[in-house]
């Protein structure tokens, strides 16, 4: 089934009632939801693309973005979503790599992503910006407002959803309408979605979390969105007593905890703060709870596989606990497997492994990447480390205990190291980096780069460097700090000892 039909099907009878409502009075309802997201369908169909065509996008959070996503799945074609952050050599190589036939991009963008569609042969070139303009609008104004929504398998593609991988290539997970169908049927059922619920959708729309997690969850339960284009404390405390759901990463809560106004006043009407992407900390979960009253319910995901794993939103089900990430959602089965791929027994730390419907398709174009990721027996190595039980807590609860991968986790987005010391030993003067995470009170962890110069190399300075690095990748990318030391510490085997720099640099200041 087309994942568009599914989540019609929660839509409310009353179609007059609202949707979604932004802070500054902009309001939608369902029914032209319906027909809004029909005319760009018709739109896109009417520019006779290929059978799979990709329909690409980097936009600025608005309701019409999340329109194109819809329209794009329902004209049955595949939704590409890149962040917002990324600079022109990084779109350059998603555009390269997925070959959309289509682009959409703010007017802003416009000079600089026009000539990388063109290289990449994207026939067509949108804009639309965050204030309900842009000739993507234009041209979808004339088009009809009923729309067939198109047949789909459960193995069709709907979207791609760029990753980061630890060669330092990204990598584009296939997800189905079958993927991203479970998973929202799951996720509506285990967190107890309701007409009544109101999200307040505060996460950006480029990723797993905030354009399928949370709106499939409102959309298929027909509960209201309040639409925040970006993250802010003051709306954020304005509209949470009129709202029923909050999802975020731990920076979000961390912020919230950091605000004096924030407390049990502000979440009276509150069912469900739900945490994910990056490991929430016991302190932040207790102190939530000491606050607010409120219990934290934290989950575990992929991009290659929406969600996982999830504490219980109904205490018939089990406790939330602190620390874990609860259980397997139903359909989707966990295993963690020790160095002889032997299961592990309660309180023993092995790989984590999943299976079920929500698992992606591969990775796009990348066959060989894609079948290294899986056992031969069909199951997802996830690259995270975890355990059963353990110190008290009910065998069936998983705890993430840490990563195989070399990834560096920063308020909630992955970056791989290697993908930054590629682009910083190209940097004039260097001789070679190595780039790693640190604790950071906001962001949970920090990228840190510690280089060295090549000899007489007087130019290589933190400042020159990261102003360099600006231009080249994606803000939170970029270094908090840069070391600048003679040589890095290596092991017998000539491998950078990335262990001792992280003790050296986490209690270094400067
Ligand atoms: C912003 N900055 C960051 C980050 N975000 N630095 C490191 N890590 C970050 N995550 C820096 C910018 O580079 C900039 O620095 C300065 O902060 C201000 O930028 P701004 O965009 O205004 O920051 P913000 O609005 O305060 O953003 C912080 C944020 C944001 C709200 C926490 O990072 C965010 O929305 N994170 C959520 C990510 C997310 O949705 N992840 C889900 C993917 P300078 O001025 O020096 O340039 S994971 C997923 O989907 C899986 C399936 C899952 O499990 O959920
Ligand atoms: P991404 O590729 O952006 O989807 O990030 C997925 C990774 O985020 C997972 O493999 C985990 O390492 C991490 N992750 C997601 N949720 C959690 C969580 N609740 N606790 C710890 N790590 C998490």
Redesign the pocket.
Known sequence: MNLYSLLATGFPTDRTTLCLETPEGWSLTWEELDARTAQMAHLLRSLHLPEGARVASQLEKSPESLMLYLATIRAGYVFLPLNTAYREEEIRYFLGNAEPSVMVCTKENLSWIEPLAKEAKTLHVFTLEDNHTGSLLNAAATQRVDFATRERANDDLAAI?Y??GTTGRSKG?MLTHGNLGSNARVLHGFWGWAPDDVLLHILPIF???GLFVASHGALLAGAKMIWLPKFDIDQILLDLPRSTVLMGVPTHYVRLLANARFGKATCRNMRLFI??????LTETFQEFQNRTGHTIL????????AMLVSNPSSPTLGPRIGGT?GVPLPETSVRILDENHKECGPGEIGQIQVRGPNIFAGYWRMPQKTQEEFTADGWFK???LGRWGGDGIPDSYLT?VG?S?D?I?SG???VYPKEIEGVIDELPGVKESAVIGIPHPDFGEAVIAVVVPKANADEVSPENLREILKHKIANYKVPKRIHIVSELPRNAMSKVQKNLLRQRLETSTS
């Not at 945490?275 to 929430?280: D, E, F, K, R, V």
């Not at 934290?298 to 596989?305: I, L, V």
């Open positions: 959803i990753t980061s997970a990723h797993v979390h945490s994910g992407s990056a490991p929430l934290e989950r575990y995901g992929m991009s290659e596989t990430v996830t690259g995270d993430i990563r991968k990834l986790i909630g987005y992955n």
